[in-house]
């Protein structure tokens, strides 16, 4: 799955570029979002009768294996004629269909309830977990249940991925199967080799009737996540089958990172060709070639004459902004998408929470400095940012197209004097929406700039403060500082803007100290008022990144790799350190999670962490903190 709440903007705006040219190219276009079709199709009463019928073939054909099934499955068994009532009532609820159905759900008697319940205790004691009030305040009957419904939704998805298909995740379906594989063997194996899971059916199933639906004569799918690509694949290889003549793209985010050296040739089994980075230039110019026009290829990989040849006119210059277009979500059905309540970390609400349009102020990152980043690849280091009338053209056509005022900024870090100028326009000519997006924690966003974005409607941003550590920062060259962050996170809090803090740990050269020192800032952080969401991210180098191209300047040695035909992005290396940043991993999520509940804000770092594994009888395994306990606070005054 891709996201469940709203449409992937990916070809929202390649729709809204090629209609410009459909009348020159005589082009007839047409969206699906095949991710949440799958979804619904499986969170349905028929789907659920034939996994409960499934399941318990298997239950009576091994009998005596009853006692390992896992939790899910079993509650899921005990009541599925009630999953298979309730299911699609529930998903009508959370795609704001029946929403007087909440009294019911919030009676805890109407949804059938799995383990994922179970932190709540037991039916009939209400909402009233003084963790969750801490964090998000009391919850009204309808936030409430469609809390309970998230719930449910999670137990199916979990019988669906331990009892029937290991790939399926809500948001990554397949993703172990494409995260940076050398190799394309997995992926053929898992696409040619086991019989087919009731996912799988379902799939191919949709996949025919796209297909019958629509007759097209060219497919160009996105895959922007690791976990999209067995699905991109599965569907194309249907495509062949019901559709021979038809012509097959494959596109998106993971495959402009981890495709960029591709060489496996069974790919062209499925796609025709796999275009890289921004899909306007190369789709435009491939459907010229393929009406026989004088249209040469751009970042386009295909098979001829016996092997992967990479075609790229540098002549041809990519779409700027201005010529982009309006994205437009026609053919989407808008009114069927799934708002589940994400209540562990505020930001992730928002991910997962409203209808949000997507909105982009600039292509690229106008920094494109960070170490870790790829930003020796296009959609970080070609910057272009949209001028501020078409912004708003983009959100006035959106608005009228959609009926919804949220607008989430995808931008890799809204500018701030773009967001500035965006604010002043939404104030000067009373345009009330409702927006939030990635920033740079810059020093430009003063307290008067903060209030002033408040009033034009921005509600939350997310920004990187990575690891917590100046010495750290500035070999990632990072561009801030933990006080520039403290008060820059303040001004925007103090506006009434929510703060999330993206973290990062395990960057090269990171010490035990360093990783201590980092959740000591950040929990001054949390206690001060400055952020309010942190999330933290195990750091991976990639080769794309100034870690991956210049490993010698941070220290570490990359570890030697087998061959690679297919996938490329993750590579493995040496931290000469040492630190076991897996057992620092655990304590960290667990201080945050805590933090970010309103528990644990005067407890000494240690705790979180426990005894260290060479030293059990130890009470703490790391060290003190070096941190003052009041940096913070001298920071903000």
């Not at 990172?257 to 491939?286: A, C, I, K």
């Not at 996938?567 to 933090?595: C, I, M, Q, S």
Request: hydrophobic share 45%; net charge negative; aromatic share 10%.
């Amino acid at each position: 799955m891709i996201q469940l709440n709203t449409p992937y903007p990916a070809t929202a705006y390649l729709m809204g570029f090629l209609r410009q040219h459909a009348g020159d190219l005589d082009l007839e276009l047409a969206q699906a979002d095949a991710s949440l079709e799958l979804f619904l199709r499986l969170f349905s009463a028929p789907s659920l009768a034939r996994m409960a019928a499934v399941l318990r073939e298997r239950a009576a054909a091994a009998p005596r294996r009853r006692a390992a099934v896992p939790p899910s499955i079993a509650a899921f068994l005990a009541q599925a004629e009630r999953y298979v009532d309730t299911v699609e009532p529930a998903i009508r609820f959370l795609q704001r269909r029946d929403p007087s159905l909440a009294f019911r759900i919030v009676g805890r008697g109407f949804l059938p309830e799995g383990p994922r319940f179970h932190p709540l205790g037991t039916a009939g004691e209400g909402l009233e977990d003084e963790s969750l009030l801490a964090a998000f305040g009391p919850l009204g009957t309808t936030e409430q249940a469609r809390y309970l419904a998230s719930l449910y939704v999670d137990d199916l998805a979990d019988v669906w991925r331990e009892g029937i298909d290991p790939r399926f995740e809500l948001a990554r379906y397949g993703e172990r199967l494409a995260a940076s594989a050398p190799s394309f063997e997995p992926l053929h194996e898992a696409l040619h080799g086991d019989a087919p899971t009731l996912v799988d059916e379902a799939l191919d199933e949709l996949t025919r009737e796209l297909v019958a639906r629509h007759a097209p004569d060219v497919v160009a799918m996105t895959a922007p996540f690791p976990g999209c690509v067995y699905g991109a694949f599965r569907m194309a290889r249907r495509i062949r089958e019901l559709a021979p003549g038809a012509t097959l793209v494959l596109g998106g985010g993971w495959v402009n990172t981890e495709l960029r050296t591709l060489r496996e040739p069974r790919v062209f089994d499925y796609f025709d060709y796999v275009t890289l980075d921004d899909g306007e230039r190369p789709l435009l110019n491939l459907l010229g070639h393929l009406q026989g026009r004088p249209s040469p290829l751009v970042r386009t990989f295909r098979w001829r004459d016996g092997a992967v040849v990479f075609d790229d006119d540098r002549t041809q210059h990519d779409v700027p902004q201005r010529d982009a277009g309006i994205p437009t979500y026609a053919g989407l059905p808008l009114d069927r998408y799934v708002s589940l309540l994400e209540m562990l970390n505020p930001m992730h609400r928002f991910w997962s929470d409203g209808r949000w349009n997507k909105l982009m102020l600039a292509h690229g990152c106008y920094w494109k400095k960070c170490s870790f980043c790829d930003v020796s690849l296009d959609y970080i280091g070609r910057y272009d940012r949209a001028g501020t009338d078409l912004v708003l053209q983009r959100i006035r056509a959106l608005v009228a197209e959609t009926g919804e005022t949220g607008f989430h900024l995808v931008d890799e870090a809204a500018p701030p004097e773009a967001m500035d100028a965006l604010a002043k326009r939404l104030l000067a000519e009373k345009l009330s929406i409702t927006w939030w997006g990635n920033i740079r924690f810059e020093k430009t966003f003063t307290t008067a700039l903060c209030e002033r974005l408040a009033a034009a409607g921005l509600v939350a941003v997310s920004g990187g403060l990575e690891v917590a550590s100046d010495r750290l920062l500035k070999l990632m060259q990072k561009g801030v500082t933990v006080e520039q962050v403290a008060r820059v996170t303040r001004a925007f809090t103090d506006a009434g803007i929510m703060v999330h803090a993206y973290l990062m740990y395990g960057f090269p050269t990171e010490t035990v100290q360093d990783t201590v020192d980092a959740l000591e800032r950040v929990r001054q952080l949390f206690a001060a008022g400055c952020i309010q969401s942190a999330y933290w991210h195990r750091f991976t180098a990639t080769v794309h990144s100034p870690v991956g191209l210049q490993p010698d300047k941070y220290g570490i040695r990359l570890k030697p790799h087998a061959q690679i035909t297919f996938a490329r992005n993750d590579v493995a290396f040496e931290d000469p350190t040492g630190t076991d940043h897996d057992y620092l991993g655990a304590g960290l999520r667990k201080a945050l999670y805590n933090y970010m509940h309103g528990a644990g804000l005067d407890l000494d770092v240690r705790e979180w962490f426990g005894p260290a594994p060479a030293a059990p009888r130890r009470r703490f395994g790391v060290p003190a903190t070096s941190v003052p306990p009041d940096l913070i606070a001298r920071y903000l005054d």
